[in-house]
């Protein structure tokens, strides 16, 4: 056996040495001729192709001598000379190409990357013949330019959930306020009576996201969602008397996740009290059955059965822009909360948060309300209440921005941004609006180390129950500074000035607010490396990939 293994083993050796022979041999041949034609494109200018004979050169013969001299000369020189080859002899002499600085060839890969993809390829593999490229003419090639710019790109997503419990079938249950445990477990009025509960993350959802691929012009984006979140409703407002001879106005408001009504705080109109509205189930779009809820001072206020005006609210995000070099324009009629500019001066006076909250920007205004009987005022306020809670599985909160916002850089060393918005809760009209905010910045610097800017931001609220009368106003101005005195070490200093008016509708009641802020810091990082065009500011200063030890510090003092 061991003696008949050895024979063929012997014998597939000789047919391999005797088949590899002519291999070998127009391997050669294959080397000089690819080598004479790449010194001929090398000749006549054309490097990118000299490149690539060279490079097929390798893959025959990885040790040929010719073909990695050439490879030099191209990654190199800075006047490439031509160089007499076999093909180029047998024709007649020509004066050497002079080329400038500007024509020398530039290649997207560097000379080790080169030579490193071709050693990588299978040894001895033979390229296969490259096929002519058509002409393309000029009306061809506009033709293709548009193509590549012009069409939307779509994509989306399909989820089909469907939960099973020894009672019944659950084809749709979510909703992220559901994590709140804590009040619900006390609670007998939510629809878990007291029971465990968590986001079952139960539901259908189809997502459609069209988004064009330009990078100048004009361009859209658009998210498109249909799931339990896209159906929402409300009652009509209706005035419930208390037994106790107060009043109060209600509407509610209904979504199609939990199939239940909100849970909110109401005020009266009279003795200034307040209650907490259920969540009452929906069925056949009418609440199943009167509520009964007592306020703080006791009355007893009792809610009949109303019906829901169902809404459907597919679209999510709907924005137009227009891209240039110096000039960026984006109009969005609906809008997640990311859309609210962020400014990075030091005091953040744009959009600043805890990061757990959601988007000042998104915050509604409710105006005050005067109590007749004690004679007092409830107050206005900017109210996140909807805001907050209003939340898919996903975390998304679906109070959404309608605006525009400006982006202007007239030279390097010069931006502007303007941007206007207003907020809305799936339950407003698209018509409604209590509140819109105005926000402007604009930086320049007058040396690579030292740059100055201004911020002016306002907002107004409005009372919609007296015509949209201007009922809050606020405005806030301020200035800073940033200079870096070595690359890794920058001083920051601002200074800000605030005016509030509230209740401005009820001349009675109206309050006025001022207040200053300033603000100086010294921080730095370690690697050294420059810092004042960092976004963000501190925030944004983060290690790189090559920092074996990073280390960043902020000392700042701050009084408002």
């Not at 962020?342 to 005050?368: A, C, M, Q, Y």
């Not at 007239?410 to 009209?429: G, M």
């Not at 007058?446 to 009922?471: K, P």
Request: net charge neutral; glycine share 6%.
């Amino acid at each position: 056996m061991v003696k008949r293994f050895f024979c063929l083993t012997f014998g597939f050796l000789l047919i391999f040495s005797y088949l590899n022979i002519p291999s070998a041999c127009a391997s050669s041949q294959a080397s000089t001729y690819l080598c004479d034609l790449g010194i001929a494109c090398y000749n006549l200018g054309k490097y990118e192709e000299a490149l690539s004979e060279f490079n097929k050169v390798l893959l025959i013969d990885p040790a040929n001598k010719t073909a990695q001299d050439y490879i030099n000369k191209i990654f190199q020189a800075e006047n490439p000379a031509p160089i007499s080859s076999n093909i180029a002899a047998k024709e007649t002499p020509q004066q050497p190409r002079q080329i400038s600085t500007s024509d020398k060839p530039y290649f997207s890969k560097n000379r080790d990357q080169a030579m490193d993809e071709s050693f990588d390829r299978i040894a001895g593999a033979f390229p296969a013949p490259v096929k002519p490229q058509p002409k393309v003419t000029a009306n061809e090639k506009e033709k293709e330019a548009n193509y590549k710019v012009g069409p939307i790109n779509i994509t989306g997503e399909v989820q089909l959930r469907a939960g099973v419990t020894p009672k019944d079938a659950i084809w749709k249950l979510a909703n992220w306020d559901l994590n709140e445990k804590n009040w619900r477990m006390l609670s007998v009025n939510a629809y878990d009576n007291k029971a465990d509960t968590y986001d079952r993350r139960i539901y259908d959802r189809l997502r459609i996201n069209l988004d064009s691929n330009n990078t100048e012009g004009f361009g859209m984006h658009s998210i498109m969602i249909v799931d339990p979140w896209s159906f929402t409703g409300k009652t009509d407002k209706v005035t419930i008397a208390g037994v106790g001879g107060d009043a109060a106005e209600i509407q509610l408001k209904y979504w199609s996740n939990t199939r239940y009504t909100l849970n909110e705080n109401v005020l009266t109109l009279i003795n200034g009290d307040s209650f907490g509205l259920p969540e009452i189930k929906v069925s056949n779009n009418n609440t199943t059955v009167p509520i009964t809820v007592t306020s703080g001072f006791g009355n007893i206020f009792n809610i009949p059965k109303l019906k829901i005006h169902r809404e459907f609210q597919p679209i999510r995000q709907l924005a137009f822009d227009y891209k240039s070099d110096a000039l960026k324009v984006e109009i969005f009629p609906f809008a997640y909360e990311n859309k609210a500019v962020t400014f990075d001066d030091p005091l953040k006076l744009s959009n600043n948060r805890i990061w757990w909250e959601n988007s000042p920007w998104v915050n509604g205004w409710t105006h005050g309300m005067f109590n007749p009987t004690p004679g007092d005022f409830t107050k206005g306020l900017w109210d996140m209440n909807i805001p907050f809670f209003t939340r898919d599985s996903e975390g998304q909160r679906l109070t959404s921005l309608r605006g525009m916002t400006v982006n202007f850089n007239p030279s390097e060393k010069t931006s502007f941004v303007s941007s206007v918005a207003a907020p809305r809760n799936p339950w407003q009209d698209i018509a409604e609006v209590d509140n819109i905010l105005f926000a402007n910045r604009a930086k320049h610097f007058l040396m690579d180390n030292l740059r100055i800017g201004a911020i002016y931001t306002s907002r107004f609220g409005f009372n919609i129950d007296q015509d949209y009368e201007t009922d809050a106003r606020n405005y806030v101005a301020g200035t800073d500074i940033s200079y870096e005195f070595i690359d890794g070490l920058m001083a920051n200093a601002e200074f800000a000035s605030s005016k509030s008016y509230n209740d401005i509708s009820n001349a009675d009641f109206k309050s006025e607010k001022t207040g200053n802020s300033y603000y100086v810091s010294l921080m730095g990082r370690f690697p050294r490396e420059s810092i004042i065009n960092t976004e963000f500011g501190y925030d944004g200063i983060k290690a790189n990939n090559e920092d074996k030890f990073f280390n960043k510090f902020r000392v700042f003092v701050t009084r408002m």
